[in-house]
């Protein structure tokens, strides 16, 4: 165990949010990961000239908060000195799937024990806190990160630098329909913002130790001042979100062919019988997903030919 978390919870909230709020709603936390040596510049740097090359995407930071996807530059620079010129790149990255390093694991699941037992749990799983996974980003100054939505609930954990996290409530369906999030989950997370919605934001300013609690599917956008930013997404997935998410790609891949489609929930049994066929399927192929030749084909078949954006020219 992390000693961090034998000498006090890592993660804290005012107000006892994380337990009147928490998961229905965003909350400010403050942290004691930053200054951790598995988050400096240096030990990230050694991250990216390790995993796979699939599990980096970057692009240049200067981009709008309602970003074309087609239209987004590029940085021509390999991800290693990505993150060693951060400062000056004008870049922003994201190193997904960070807890397939043992150390990095060790960190994201020490710190999320320590808000289940905040919580009056005594493990990971009591919490409902599964296929926990980590996502580290390094971003240059005065960098967009556009508006979009993610899969997961998510404990957003500031690092270094100063950066702005607006998060906007959908649960009416009013900012994002059930289409765009759909498409937003299985083909480009990017999602259309007018600046119209600016009023209806809950604004975050962070600074090293600071944090926010981001729930399921609440769409967001981030932008960082004028020094590098070093973040960190600790996500999990609870069964319904990992059911949901099922019915949303299932439901893609079959509106892919002409069927039409009800969004989840509005068609129980089918849902079942959807969710049912699916997991079937995926747990047939989930060993070819080891070699990354082979995950680029599946998430070419499963998503369309745009599936692998992030690794134009690799």
């Known amino acids: 165990m992390n000693t961090l978390t034998a000498i006090a919870p890592v993660i804290a909230a005012d107000h006892d949010a994380l337990r009147r709020d928490f998961p229905l709603k965003p909350f400010a936390i403050r942290h004691k990961l930053a200054g951790h040596?598995?988050?400096?510049?240096?030990?990230?740097?050694?991250?990216?000239?390790?995993?796979?090359?699939?599990?980096?995407?970057y692009n240049s930071g200067k981009v709008a908060i309602s970003q074309d996807p087609d239209a987004i530059p590029s940085v021509d620079l390999d991800p290693v000195e990505v993150v060693k010129s951060i400062e000056t790149a004008g870049a922003w990255m994201v190193l997904k799937r960070i807890e397939n390093s043992l150390e990095y694991r060790a960190l994201l699941e020490d710190t999320l024990?320590?808000?289940?037992?905040?919580?009056?749990?005594?493990?990971l799983a009591d919490a409902g806190f599964e296929q926990v996974e980590g996502f580290l980003f390094v971003s240059s100054p005065n960098s967009t990160t556009p508006f979009h939505l993610d899969s997961e609930d998510n404990f957003f954990v500031h690092i270094?630098?100063?950066?702005f996290f607006t998060i906007f409530d959908n649960t009416d369906g009013s900012i994002v329909s059930d289409d765009e999030i759909e498409r937003s989950m299985t083909k480009h997370r990017n999602l259309k913002?007018?600046?119209?919605?600016?009023?209806?934001?809950?604004?975050?300013?962070?600074?090293?130790?600071?944090?926010?609690?981001?729930p399921y599917q609440w769409p967001h956008?981030?932008?960082?001042?004028?020094?590098?930013?070093?973040?960190?997404?600790?996500?999990?997935?609870?069964?319904?979100?990992r059911r949901m998410n099922d019915l949303h790609f299932f439901n893609s891949m079959l509106r892919s062919i002409g069927?039409?489609?009800?969004?989840?929930?509005?068609?129980?049994l089918l849902d079942a019988l959807k969710l049912a066929?699916?997991?079937?399927?995926?747990?047939?192929?989930?060993?070819?997903?080891?070699?990354?030749?082979?995950?680029?084909?599946?998430?070419?078949?499963?998503?369309?030919?745009?599936?692998?954006?992030?690794?134009?020219?690799?």
């Open 259 to 268: 069927l039409p489609q009800q969004p989840p929930g509005k068609q129980p």
């Open 113 to 123: 024990l320590s808000v289940a037992r905040a919580r009056g749990f005594n493990s």
């Open 221 to 241: 956008w981030v932008r960082t001042a004028g020094s590098f930013s070093i973040s960190m997404a600790i996500t999990w997935k609870t069964r319904e979100v």
């Open 160 to 163: 270094h630098g100063e950066k």
């Open 193 to 214: 913002y007018d600046d119209s919605l600016a009023p209806l934001g809950k604004e975050f300013h962070l600074f090293a130790g600071d944090g926010c609690y981001v």
């Open 37 to 57: 040596p598995l988050l400096t510049l240096p030990r990230i740097a050694q991250l990216a000239s390790e995993l796979p090359r699939d599990l980096i995407e």
């Open 277 to 314: 066929f699916y997991r079937t399927v995926t747990t047939a192929i989930k060993p070819l997903r080891a070699s990354m030749a082979m995950r680029r084909v599946l998430r070419r078949i499963a998503l369309g030919k745009r599936a692998n954006y992030y690794l134009k020219g690799v």
